[in-house]
Nanobody, 124 residues
């Protein structure tokens, strides 16, 4: 079992930055690949970014490339999502997710554990 707790969300003006954190506890963090997803009101949950369990591989959805950076600190059992140049369309609840193994997946069904989510609101 893995427990995930997100933090760092909030209200920010367009063009601003936020850093989300996801603290993991439970089983060996380094054996899990990690992902960030988001869900806006009335929309389906969508993939944002993922990082392999070693941290050498990352993958992003096209709309956040060059603006968001996913990273992990295995010593702290924490994964981060640095979000720069935020836009109103980035407004959503952001979820951290984990899956056992080293591969990166973009589909939510491939992830085994989820956090409770943190709200990100970007004003225009």
């Amino acid at each position: 079992q893995v427990q995930l707790v997100e933090s760092g969300g909030g209200l920010v003006q367009g063009g601003g930055s936020l850093r989300l954190s996801c603290a993991a506890s439970g089983r060996t963090f380094t054996s899990y690949s990690m992902g960030w997803f988001r869900q806006a009101p009335g929309k389906e949950r969508e993939f944002v970014a993922a990082i392999s369990w070693i941290g050498g591989s990352t993958y992003y959805r096209d709309s956040v490339k060059g603006r968001f950076t996913i990273s992990r600190d295995n010593a702290k059992n924490t994964v981060y999502l640095q979000m720069n140049n935020l836009k109103p369309e980035d407004t959503a609840v952001y979820y951290c997710a984990s899956r056992r193994g080293g591969d990166i997946y973009t589909a939510a069904r491939n992830y085994d554990y989820w956090g409770q989510g943190t709200q990100v609101t970007v004003s225009s």
